[in-house]
C-alpha cells in the first residue's frame, strides 16, 4: 500500500541538494560563550541569549528557591487556577520594566504575537505588514483569517502611506455586524535576519495621521535597545504612544516566554479574551521566577546590555577589516552575508570542524539567494573568544574563496 505521507519524506532528500537542510545539533552544556554541541566544546556564535542571562547564576538560584516553594506547575490554564503569585508579580514588573501601563504574561513570543492580533481583530478588518516582518505576525495575521492584508516594502515610508490610505478608503465601509475597521500597522522592531531598527517615529506618526492602530513586536529590542535594555520604544522615546507592545522572553532575558504591553484597558481585554491566555496553560514556577530575577537584573544595571554592544562593535569592525560583508545592521545582530546557501552551509561545517558555531540562515528565514551567517555576540564573550571567531572566519573565508 503506498503511504499518503510519502511525499513528504521525498522532500527531506530534495531540502539535502538544496543545502536547506536544517542539521539540528545537540547542546549538552549551558548556554555561555561556549557551548557543547554533538558533544565537541564549540565557540557560540548564534545564541540569542545577548546578555548571558539563560544560565546566569542569579536566576538559576532563584529557580531553585521558588521550585521549594511552589513546586513545578501552575495546574490548569490562567482563567482558572493556574494563575500564580508569581505571574502577577513578574507581569507588574515588566509593565514598570517597560514602562507600560500593564503586560500580559504568554508562552512564548510567537504566541504574544497571535495574542495580540487575533484577539483585537477579525477577517473584516485591516492589517498592515512590513515585508520583512517575522513569521509569527505573518501567522497571526493568517490564524486570525483577515482578509485586508496589505504589504510595505520593507522600512519604506512612502509606501506605508500610500497602503495606509487605501487601507483607509476601505475603512470607509462598515464591517458585517455594522462596527467600524480597525487598521493596523505592524512591525518588527529590530528585524531579525538583518539586524536593522524599524523607522518606528514615523511609523506611529503615519499611523496616527490616519487612525490606524500600531503594534510593534520587540523580540530582538528587548535587553538590547533603550535604557537598561528597556527596548524600542524607550529607545525612541515613545512611551505610551505604540498601542500593542509584543516581547519575547525567550531571548536577551533568557527563558522563555511572551509578553504583551499596552494601556491598562487593553491588557484587561486581552487578558479576558485572548484564546492561548484562555485555552493553554502559562508559564511554569521556574520559568517566571527565573524571568523575575532577570527583569530585577537589568533594572539594576545596564553593565550586561553595554557589554554586549561593545561585543557587538568588536565583531563588526573585525568582520570588516577582514573584509566580509556584515549588511546594514543597527544592533548586535551581525549577518555575515554569504548568498548561495551550499556555500552559508559549507562554511558553517568548515567553521564547526575548527570549534566554531555559527548557523547558516537560509530560506525560508531570508529570501533564496541571501543566505547568511548570523552572528550573535553576548554579554558572555570576551575579547579574546571573539578574536577565535574572527580568526576561523578568516582562515575559512580564504579556504572557500569569500576573501581574496
Ligand atoms: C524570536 C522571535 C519571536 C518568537 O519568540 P519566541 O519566544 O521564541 O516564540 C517573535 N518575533 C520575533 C521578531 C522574533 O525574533
Same mark, same amino acid.
Given at each position: 500500500?503506498?503511504d499518503p505521507?510519502d511525499?513528504?519524506?521525498?522532500v527531506?532528500?530534495d531540502?539535502k541538494?538544496?543545502?536547506?537542510?536544517?542539521?539540528i545539533r545537540?547542546?549538552? #552544556?549551558p548556554q555561555?560563550?561556549?557551548?557543547?554541541?554533538?558533544g565537541?566544546k564549540?565557540?557560540?556564535l548564534?545564541?540569542?541569549?545577548?546578555l548571558?542571562l539563560?544560565a546566569?547564576?542569579?536566576l538559576v538560584?532563584a529557580?531553585?528557591?521558588?521550585?521549594?516553594?511552589h513546586?513545578?506547575?501552575?495546574?490548569a /490554564?490562567?482563567t482558572?487556577s493556574g494563575?500564580?503569585?508569581l505571574h %502577577?508579580?513578574?507581569?507588574e514588573e515588566?509593565a514598570?520594566f517597560k514602562k507600560?501601563e500593564a503586560?500580559?504574561?504568554v508562552q512564548?513570543?510567537?504566541i504574544a504575537?497571535i495574542?495580540?492580533i487575533?484577539?483585537?481583530m477579525?477577517?473584516?478588518d485591516?492589517v498592515?505588514s512590513?515585508?520583512?516582518?517575522?513569521? #509569527?505576525i505573518?501567522?497571526?495575521?493568517?490564524?486570525t483569517?483577515i482578509k485586508?492584508k496589505?504589504?510595505?516594502k520593507?522600512a519604506?515610508?512612502?509606501?506605508?502611506?500610500a497602503r495606509?490610505?487605501?487601507?483607509?478608503k476601505?475603512a470607509?465601509?462598515k464591517?458585517?455586524?455594522? #462596527?467600524?475597521r480597525?487598521?493596523?500597522?505592524v512591525t518588527d522592531g529590530v528585524f531579525?535576519?538583518d539586524?536593522?531598527?524599524?523607522p518606528l517615529?514615523?511609523?506611529?506618526k503615519l499611523? *496616527?495621521q490616519y487612525?490606524a492602530v500600531?503594534?510593534?513586536?520587540?523580540?530582538?529590542?528587548?535587553?538590547?535597545?533603550?535604557?537598561?535594555g528597556r527596548? %524600542?520604544?524607550?529607545?525612541?522615546?515613545?512611551h505610551?504612544?505604540?498601542?500593542?507592545e /509584543?516581547?519575547?522572553?525567550?531571548?536577551?532575558?533568557?527563558?522563555?516566554?511572551?509578553v504583551?504591553a499596552?494601556k491598562?484597558?487593553l /491588557?484587561e481585554?486581552?487578558?479576558?479574551?485572548?484564546?492561548?491566555?484562555?485555552f493553554?496553560?502559562g508559564?511554569?514556577v521556574?520559568?517566571?521566577?527565573?524571568?523575575?530575577?532577570?527583569?530585577?537584573?537589568l533594572?539594576?544595571s545596564d553593565e550586561?546590555v553595554k557589554?554586549?554592544?561593545?561585543?557587538a562593535k568588536?565583531?563588526k569592525?573585525?568582520?570588516?577589516k577582514?573584509?566580509?560583508?556584515?549588511g546594514?545592521s543597527?544592533t548586535?545582530?551581525t549577518? /555575515?552575508?554569504?548568498g548561495?546557501?551550499n556555500?552559508a552551509?559549507?562554511?558553517?561545517v568548515k567553521?564547526?570542524?575548527?570549534?566554531v558555531?555559527?548557523?547558516?540562515? *537560509?530560506?525560508p528565514?531570508v529570501p533564496?539567494?541571501?543566505?547568511?551567517?548570523?552572528?550573535?555576540?553576548?554579554a558572555?564573550?570576551e575579547?579574546a573568544d571573539?578574536d577565535?571567531?574572527l580568526?576561523a572566519?578568516e582562515?575559512v573565508?580564504?579556504e572557500?574563496?569569500v576573501?581574496k
Amino acid at each position: 500500500m503506498v503511504d499518503p505521507l510519502d511525499k513528504f519524506y521525498k522532500v527531506i532528500e530534495d531540502m539535502k541538494a538544496k543545502g536547506l537542510y536544517n542539521n539540528i545539533r545537540t547542546i549538552s #552544556s549551558p548556554q555561555g560563550a561556549y557551548l557543547v554541541a554533538n558533544g565537541k566544546k564549540v565557540l557560540n556564535l548564534c545564541s540569542n541569549n545577548y546578555l548571558g542571562l539563560a544560565a546566569n547564576e542569579r536566576l538559576v538560584a532563584a529557580v531553585k528557591k521558588a521550585v521549594d516553594e511552589h513546586g513545578v506547575g501552575t495546574g490548569a /490554564v490562567r482563567t482558572l487556577s493556574g494563575t500564580i503569585d508569581l505571574h %502577577i508579580k513578574l507581569e507588574e514588573e515588566l509593565a514598570v520594566f517597560k514602562k507600560a501601563e500593564a503586560a500580559l504574561l504568554v508562552q512564548s513570543g510567537y504566541i504574544a504575537n497571535i495574542v495580540a492580533i487575533q484577539t483585537i481583530m477579525d477577517k473584516d478588518d485591516i492589517v498592515i505588514s512590513d515585508a520583512l516582518n517575522h513569521a #509569527s505576525i505573518i501567522d497571526a495575521i493568517r490564524v486570525t483569517g483577515i482578509k485586508n492584508k496589505f504589504i510595505y516594502k520593507h522600512a519604506d515610508m512612502g509606501e506605508l502611506e500610500a497602503r495606509l490610505k487605501e487601507a483607509k478608503k476601505l475603512a470607509e465601509g462598515k464591517k458585517e455586524d455594522g #462596527s467600524d475597521r480597525l487598521i493596523l500597522v505592524v512591525t518588527d522592531g529590530v528585524f531579525s535576519m538583518d539586524g536593522d531598527i524599524a523607522p518606528l517615529p514615523e511609523i506611529v506618526k503615519l499611523a *496616527k495621521q490616519y487612525g490606524a492602530v500600531t503594534m510593534v513586536d520587540d523580540a530582538h529590542g528587548e535587553g538590547v535597545l533603550g535604557d537598561h535594555g528597556r527596548g %524600542i520604544v524607550d529607545h525612541f522615546h515613545l512611551h505610551g504612544q505604540v498601542d500593542v507592545e /509584543v516581547g519575547t522572553l525567550s531571548k536577551a532575558f533568557g527563558v522563555i516566554g511572551g509578553v504583551v504591553a499596552g494601556k491598562k484597558e487593553l /491588557v484587561e481585554y486581552y487578558r479576558q479574551k485572548a484564546r492561548p491566555f484562555l485555552f493553554s496553560t502559562g508559564l511554569t514556577v521556574a520559568d517566571t521566577a527565573a524571568l523575575r530575577e532577570g527583569v530585577k537584573i537589568l533594572m539594576e544595571s545596564d553593565e550586561l546590555v553595554k557589554k554586549v554592544w561593545e561585543n557587538a562593535k568588536y565583531l563588526k569592525d573585525g568582520f570588516t577589516k577582514l573584509g566580509f560583508d556584515t549588511g546594514k545592521s543597527e544592533t548586535p545582530i551581525t549577518p /555575515v552575508m554569504l548568498g548561495d546557501e551550499n556555500l552559508a552551509k559549507d562554511f558553517s561545517v568548515k567553521l564547526f570542524e575548527q570549534g566554531v558555531y555559527a548557523t547558516p540562515i *537560509k530560506f525560508p528565514m531570508v529570501p533564496l539567494g541571501k543566505a547568511r551567517l548570523r552572528i550573535m555576540p553576548s554579554a558572555s564573550h570576551e575579547k579574546a573568544d571573539l578574536d577565535v571567531g574572527l580568526k576561523a572566519f578568516e582562515e575559512v573565508g580564504r579556504e572557500l574563496g569569500v576573501l581574496k
